[in-house]
């Protein structure tokens, strides 16, 4: 039996949710908070991307931060670096979230207010 690929990983989560398959573009950047990276569970919302970013806003924990300094840029591409347990979700679309602990409890949903413009 062929081993599961992530892409096809993915693909069964978006399916799952009822989601459209909605990959981030390669060498696009997600926010993680890396000091936080470490702790559980894992938080995850994805807001409309932008030129530079896939919309992608990660981190750990129950704390979370307004300091525009808590998330640091990293490449979809190095997320595995950093956070191996969020790639099987970064295929839902802008308006979704997600979490996990990395041990098989997770859930994700969709939030419109997620595609609102920041005031």
Known sequence: MMEET???????ICKAYGAEYTPP??????GIALQTMGFSPIHAVRHRPTETTCGWYIFAGDEWSDDPNFYQPVCVEHMADYCQFALPFLALPPG???H???????????????????E
């Open 100 to 118: 996990t602990d990395g041990k098989g409890s997770y859930g994700a949903s969709f939030d419109e207010k997620l595609l609102l413009d920041p």
């Open 6 to 12: 992530l892409e096809d990983l993915q693909r069964r």
């Open 25 to 30: 573009i390669g060498g696009s950047k997600v």
């Open 96 to 98: 979704w979230w997600f």
